[in-house]
């Protein structure tokens, strides 16, 4: 069975500072998705970030980045600049590769604190 | 594009009373809609998936009498919790997805029902 695991529950991070959250997940699949996701204080959930596990590039979105090791089987999200809407929950989610039925597996989530 | 609404976001109910929780998918056509519940400060915990026009599929240990999910178009799932009481209090999020509204078949999140169960 597919699992993912956040060793970090809690991280704090200047404001304009680098942080990094880990996440580490097992599988016996060859193609996957991970995900990051962002659940601010509203608890809406919002993608922040995706990785298709073929692509042996790292996937960056302005601030966000990944840094993606297969075999390691590490996900790891670094946020750069970080900013006081950044504050958040963080969770790692993996989901087979292919049709639309397929769930996401959550990891147990990062509390980001951004300090002014 | 890709919004997902839910009704209502906040509901505070009667112990014995059922509540219904409405997901709509308001620009796109969804084929498979989740049903999760997260406890503060806690991840999401998947408790079913349903595809429009059948039977929801119940992960383990989801009571499917008491969590009733029905999907009966492609923009609407309900998630009706039956008989309610103190602990089925929670923060109940829903998402959609469906082929053609991205590459990567992704999902696309609800803002959440908050239910209170006096």
């Known amino acids: 069975a597919q699992t993912v695991t956040q060793s970090q529950p809690e991280m704090s991070v200047q404001e304009a500072e680098t942080v990094t959250l880990s996440c580490t997940y097992d599988?016996?699949?060859?193609?996957?998705?991970l995900f990051w996701y962002k659940q601010p204080p509203s608890r809406q959930m919002i993608l922040v970030i995706r990785?298709?596990?073929?692509?042996?590039q790292n996937a960056t979105e302005n601030r966000f980045s990944v840094n993606f090791q297969k075999a390691a089987k590490s996900f790891s999200l670094k946020i750069s600049d970080s900013q006081l809407g950044d504050a958040a929950m963080y969770f790692c989610?993996?989901?087979?590769?292919?049709?639309?039925?397929?769930?996401?597996?959550f990891g147990t989530g990062t509390l980001l604190a951004v300090q002014p | 594009g890709a919004v997902v609404s839910q009704h209502p976001s906040r509901v505070i109910c009667k112990s014995g009373t059922s509540v219904k929780i409405e997901c709509r998918s308001l620009?796109?056509?969804?084929?498979?809609m989740f049903w999760y519940r997260q406890f503060p400060k806690q991840s999401l915990m998947l408790m079913a998936t349903s595809n429009e026009g059948s039977k929801a599929t119940y992960e383990q240990g989801v009571e499917k009498d008491k969590f009733l999910i029905n999907h009966a178009s492609l923009t609407l799932s309900t998630l009706t919790v039956t008989s309610a009481h103190p602990e089925d209090s929670s923060f109940y999020i829903c998402?959609?997805?469906?082929?053609?509204?991205?590459?990567?078949?992704?999902?696309?999140f609800g803002p959440g029902t908050r239910l209170t169960v006096l």
């Open positions: 620009d796109f056509q969804a084929t498979t």
């Open positions: 989610a993996y989901r087979i590769y292919g049709g639309a039925t397929n769930k996401l597996i």
């Open positions: 599988t016996s699949e060859s193609d996957y998705y």
């Open positions: 990785q298709e596990a073929y692509k042996q």
């Open positions: 998402s959609a997805s469906s082929p053609g509204t991205s590459i990567y078949n992704e999902q696309f």
